[in-house]
């Protein structure tokens, strides 16, 4: 299986950036994905999850109430649809993909990762 992160760029603070993470190698429907991120000088940290059928989803409080995720499984394809940006939402935004039907948080849960898009949100 390999994933393959797209959609991030420069945006000024306020706007708006639709991520997507494109599956292939095998049938993605039986996976939950989760949507991660690094910071400059930090860890990475999780952001947002969604099951195996899209209709469960949590999101961590920074992000909660801005962000979605969302998925089609026709196209294989999971999305992060991010609002209201602030600078501090600054980071490369990883997907990541496991074999559950339930939406995962810990990073060790996940098999497979994306190489990662960068997000950059000026003030």
């Known amino acids: 299986v390999q994933l393959q992160a797209s959609g991030g760029g420069l945006v000024q603070a306020g706007g708006s950036l639709r991520l997507s993470c494109v599956g292939s190698?095998?049938?993605?429907?039986?996976?939950?994905f989760g949507w991660f991120r690094q910071a400059p000088g930090k860890e990475r940290e999780w952001v947002s999850c969604i099951n195996m059928n899209g209709d469960e989803t949590t999101y961590s409080n920074s992000v909660k109430g801005r962000f979605t995720v969302s998925r089609d499984n026709a196209k294989s394809t999971v999305y992060l649809q991010m609002n209201s940006l602030r600078p501090e939402d600054t980071a490369i935004y990883y997907c990541?993909?496991?074999?559950?039907?339930?939406?995962?948080?810990?990073?060790?849960?996940?098999?497979?990762w994306g190489q990662g898009t960068l997000v950059t949100v000026s003030s």
């Open positions: 190698g095998c049938t993605l429907d039986y996976h939950a």
């Open positions: 990541a993909g496991a074999p559950a039907t339930t939406y995962l948080k810990p990073q060790r849960s996940y098999r497979y």
